[in-house]
C-alpha cells in the first residue's frame, strides 16, 4: 500500500481523543491551517501545520487551501432490505402515522416479506450500492442492523450479507443484531413466544457465528415494552452483544431510562426523550445517537438535543439509512439538519458524526479523528471552513474520500 501525504490544507477540522465527548467537549474541535497529514500503510502517523515532512515516496495530493475532516461515521442504518416502500407513499399522504402502517401489517412487516424473498448475494448485492453512494459522500465506517428478518435463518442470512460487504467492500461495517425489531406476523398472538425465540434460540445463533458486536431493540408503542426489552438486552449481555436501544422515538415508553439501566452503548433516535431519559443515560455513559432525517421524514419533533449537551451526554448524529421513516444515506444532510434544526454548532455538528459516531459502536479507537494511531480515513471538502459544509444543503461538497489511505474523487463537482 502506497503511502499518502495530503498538503495544502486550508482548515483541518477534527475532534481529538479516543472516546465520546459530551457537554462542552462536544464542540472542543481541533483547527489547524496550512495543515498536513500523513499516512503510512493505511494508518495516519502525522498531523502538523507549516512545511509537511520530506516523504519522497509518499504519493502527495494537494487540498487547494480547502477543508478536511476525518471521515463521517453513520452509526446507525438499517443497511441490509429488500425492495422499498415507496406503495406507501399514499398512505403518508393519507396522514395515517407510521405505527399504524405497521399495526396493519405493512411498514417494518411490509420490508420483512421483501427481505425474507431475497437471497444473501441479492441482499449484499443491493446493499453495496448503497455503500458506495455513502462513500462517495464521506462515510468511511457505518453501522448495519439486522432486523427484517425475524427468524433464525433470515436473520442469520442478513448479518451474512453484512460480513460479505465487510470483507469485500472499503466500507468499515459494525454489525447489529435487531431481530427485536417488530413482532414477525406467525408470532402476532405470541409475543412470549416470539422473546423466547430471540432469547433462546436467536442470539446464541448471532453469538456462536460471532456475526454482531450489538444487539438492538425497538422499544416502541405496539412493538417491545420497556420489560421486553430489557429482558432481551440482558440476554445479549451475556452472549457478549453490546446493548443498543431505539428509544422515545415516536412515545416515551421507558427506552431512554433503559439505556442507562442496562449500560447501553447508545441510544438511538430519542425525539421525544423525557429529561429522566437524559439524567440515565448520563450516569449509564450512554451515547445519544440522533437521526434528524427520520425527523424531518416522519413530521415529527426534533430530538432535545441542546439538553442533552448541557446535561453532558455524548450526541452522535446518524442517517437512519431505511426503506420507510428514513431512505436518505446522506450524512452532509444530517450535519445541515443537526445546526439548524438540533441548533448544535458546525463544531459539535462535526463531533457528532466523527468520533461520537464511532464511540456508538466501539470504534472510537480506530476512527473517528485525525490523529497519528488512527486509520487513514478523512475527507476533502469543496468547503473553505465547517461552517460551510453545515451551511449548504442537498449538494455533495465532498471533493476526495480517503479511505485507509486509499483515495476515492468525487466526479460530480460541487461548487
Ligand atoms: O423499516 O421502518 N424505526 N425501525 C424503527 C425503522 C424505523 C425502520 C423501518
Ligand atoms: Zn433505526
Known amino acids: 500500500m502506497s503511502d499518502l501525504l495530503v498538503v495544502n490544507i486550508g482548515t483541518l477540522a477534527t475532534p481529538i481523543g479516543n472516546c465520546a465527548r459530551g457537554g462542552a467537549d462536544q464542540g472542543a474541535v481541533r483547527v489547524l491551517h496550512d495543515a498536513w497529514v500523513l499516512i503510512e500503510n493505511g494508518v495516519i502517523t502525522g498531523v502538523g501545520e507549516g512545511a509537511p515532512p520530506a516523504h519522497a515516496a509518499a504519493r ?69 450500492l448503497a455503500l458506495d453512494e455513502m462513500l462517495a459522500l464521506g462515510t468511511t465506517t457505518c453501522e448495519a442492523k439486522s432486523g427484517y428478518g425475524l427468524d433464525t435463518q433470515q436473520e442469520l442470512k442478513q448479518l451474512r450479507a453484512i460480513r460479505a460487504l465487510r470483507e469485500s467492500h472499503p466500507m468499515d461495517i459494525a454489525a447489529t443484531f435487531m431481530g427485536a425489531h417488530a413482532l414477525p406476523r406467525e408470532y402476532k398472538e405470541n409475543r412470549e413466544g416470539y422473546i423466547d425465540l430471540l432469547c433462546q434460540e436467536m442470539i446464541p445463533a448471532v453469538a456462536a457465528e460471532k456475526l454482531a458486536a450489538f444487539c438492538d431493540v425497538f422499544c416502541e408503542t405496539g412493538v417491545f415494552t420497556a420489560a421486553e426489552s430489557r429482558r432481551i438486552l440482558e440476554t445479549g449481555k451475556r452472549y457478549g452483544l453490546i446493548p443498543k436501544i431505539h428509544a ?38 450512554t451515547v445519544a445517537c440522533l437521526l434528524p432525517a427520520t425527523s424531518l421524514y416522519l413530521g415529527a419533533t426534533f430530538a432535545p438535543a441542546r439538553d442533552m449537551v448541557s446535561a453532558g451526554v455524548p450526541v452522535a448524529m446518524a442517517s437512519d439509512f431505511n426503506p420507510g421513516s428514513c431512505p436518505c444515506l446522506n450524512m452532509q444532510l444530517v450535519m445541515n439538519l443537526g445546526c439548524l434544526r438540533y441548533r448544535l454548532t458546525p463544531e459539535e455538528v462535526l463531533t457528532a458524526v466523527t468520533l461520537n459516531g464511532a464511540a456508538a459502536i466501539a470504534m472510537a479507537d480506530r476512527v473517528g479523528s485525525l490523529e497519528a494511531g488512527k486509520q487513514g480515513d478523512l475527507v476533502i471538502w469543496e468547503a473553505e471552513d465547517l461552517s460551510y459544509l453545515c451551511y449548504r444543503m442537498g449538494s455533495n461538497l465532498v471533493r476526495t474520500v480517503v479511505k485507509n489511505g486509499q483515495t476515492y474523487s468525487n466526479t460530480t463537482r460541487a461548487h
Open 248 to 285: 422515545d422515538e415516536i412515545d416515551p415508553i421507558g427506552g431512554s431510562q433503559l439505556a442507562g439501566e442496562v449500560g447501553a452503548i447508545s441510544a438511538e433516535h430519542l425525539i421525544v426523550c423525557p429529561h429522566g431519559g437524559i439524567a440515565g443515560m448520563a450516569k449509564g455513559g
Open 60 to 128: 502527495r495530493i494537494d487540498a487547494g487551501g480547502r477543508l478536511v475532516t476525518p471521515g463521517l461515521v453513520d452509526a446507525h442504518t438499517h443497511l441490509i432490505f429488500g425492495g422499498w416502500r415507496n406503495h406507501e407513499m399514499a398512505l403518508k399522504l393519507q396522514g395515517v402515522p407510521y405505527l399504524d402502517i405497521l399495526a396493519q401489517g405493512g411498514g417494518i412487516l411490509s420490508t420483512v416479506e421483501a427481505t425474507r424473498a431475497a437471497t444473501e448475494e441479492e441482499l449484499a448485492a443491493k446493499a453495496r
